[in-house]
């Protein structure tokens, strides 16, 4: 028994999921639906797919900062003393390496188009610069330099914002 609606799946030519009337039930000016598989997907997901790049690519921010500081610590001698001894200079060392990783992880999201943003690559550097000293010269004012402070975590993060801040209202409105 032919139905009036056959489903086929034609993954070699364009991997779409078309739904076709059957050539023996077609009449004049009933049209052919044709429902694009990988369309009602990307089209469903999309919006769970903008939060997950948003979150990997955050992620990745917060692993280079470790990978660049641990890269930094490596050249540089006695580090592991200067919490200690010239916390000054441990404060501008720590700022130099969150900034640099917080920058490179969101250049490379940018340059790779995976973020819908405009460059802005100077002013996401201040911002991102500003949102990892501020809490460092909080934690040099308390004196909570230490292995483990907390506000290393807000510099971080502080620095994440600070990335994604310059140009946010124009660029939400234009989405």
């Known amino acids: 028994m032919i139905k009036d609606w056959q489903c086929w799946l034609d993954p070699w030519l364009t991997g779409s999921l078309a739904w076709q009337i059957h050539p023996s039930r077609q009449e004049p000016g009933r049209a052919l639906a044709v429902l694009g598989f990988k369309e009602v997907i990307v089209n469903g997901a999309k919006p769970i797919l903008r939060y997950l ?10 692993v280079l900062t470790q990978v660049v500081t641990l890269i930094f610590s490596f050249f540089i001698p006695n580090a592991d003393t200067f919490p200690d001894t010239q916390p000054l200079v441990f404060a501008v060392l720590m700022m130099f390496t ?9 250049w490379l999201a940018l340059r790779w188009r995976w973020l819908p943003f ?6 996401r550097l201040a911002g991102t610069l500003v ?16 292995a483990g402070s907390p506000l290393f975590f807000f510099s971080i993060v502080g620095g994440i914002v600070g990335f994604y801040l310059p140009g946010w209202r124009m660029e939400q409105a234009m989405t």
């Open 53 to 62: 790049i948003w979150a990997g690519v955050i992620l990745l921010q917060l």
């Open 98 to 106: 969150f900034t640099a990783g917080v920058y490179l992880g969101g």
């Open 118 to 123: 405009l460059p802005r690559y100077a002013s």
């Open 131 to 146: 949102g990892v000293s501020v809490p460092l010269l909080l934690a040099i004012l308390f004196g909570s330099l230490g």
